[in-house]
Antibody
Framework: DVQLLESGGGLVQTGESLRLSCAAS????????MSWVRQAPGKGLEWVSV????????YYADSVKGRFIISRDNSDNTLHLQMNSLSPEDTAIYYC????????????WGQGTLVTVSS | SYVLTQPPSVSVAPGQTATIPCGGD??????VHWYQQRPGQAPVLVIY??DRPSGIPERFSGSNSGSTATLTISRVEAGDEADYYC???????????FGAGTKVTVL
């Protein structure tokens, strides 16, 4: 079974940084693109970033471009999201998701990690 | 940027059919995916490009024509009560786009 376990969330102040991780198991990690999607309290889903299976290409939502960096370590099946210059608008549950091959859809999701940015 | 439009809510009686529209410019040219999210849980993919992942009941189906994609839930059950999101990939901006979500209430 596919398992995705996020970690690294917490409470930080405006302007600070945080690094999220997602430990993957149950599938050949390097074969699949991986995404981060967030959900602010009481709001809808917002795509954050995606990275290809090799790690050679990545894309970002306009709201995080230049502040967040997605990366992956295929040797230990881990996805990361480095978040810099955080603001209260970044407060959300952050989900790690495995993408389907040749599709922009995500067929497996972690349970999420909560990031709270205080002003 | 590309925008997907969904109604905030849809109500349906048990055993009836729920239809959830998702509008977007020339959406028929795009591959549309749908997610179900129950309260306090992570999203679940229920339709990808008008097809069903394994384990998703046949009651869930998707279609896409004109300017609207549609998620149809037949023979609605109480357990189908959830938020439903449509999603596409916008190749013009290289962005994944979600609709705002539709809350399905089973009466």
């Amino acid at each position: 079974d596919v398992q995705l376990l996020e970690s690294g969330g917490g409470l930080v102040q405006t302007g600070e940084s945080l690094r999220l991780s997602c430990a993957a198991s149950g599938f050949t990690f390097s074969t699949y693109a991986m995404s981060w999607v967030r959900q602010a309290p009481g709001k809808g889903l917002e795509w954050v970033s995606v990275i290809s299976g090799s790690g050679g290409s990545a894309y970002y939502a306009d709201s995080v471009k230049g502040r967040f960096i997605i990366s992956r370590d295929n040797s230990d099946n881990t996805l990361h999201l480095q978040m810099n210059s955080l603001s209260p608008e970044d407060t959300a549950i952050y989900y790690c998701a495995k993408d389907r091959v040749s599709s922009s859809s995500s067929d497996s999701w972690g349970q999420g990690t909560l990031v709270t940015v205080s002003s | 940027s590309y925008v997907l439009t969904q109604p905030p809510s849809v109500s349906v009686a048990p055993g009836q059919t729920a239809t959830i529209p998702c509008g977007g410019d020339n959406i028929r040219s795009k591959r549309v995916h749908w997610y179900q999210q129950r309260p306090g849980q992570a999203p679940v993919l229920v339709i990808y490009d008008n097809d069903r992942p394994s384990g998703i009941p046949e009651r869930f189906s998707g279609s896409n024509s004109g300017s609207t994609a549609t998620l149809t839930i037949s023979r609605v059950e109480a357990g189908d009560e959830a938020d439903y999101y449509c999603q596409v990939w916008d190749s013009g901006s290289n962005h994944r786009v979600f609709g705002a979500g539709t809350k399905v209430t089973v009466l």
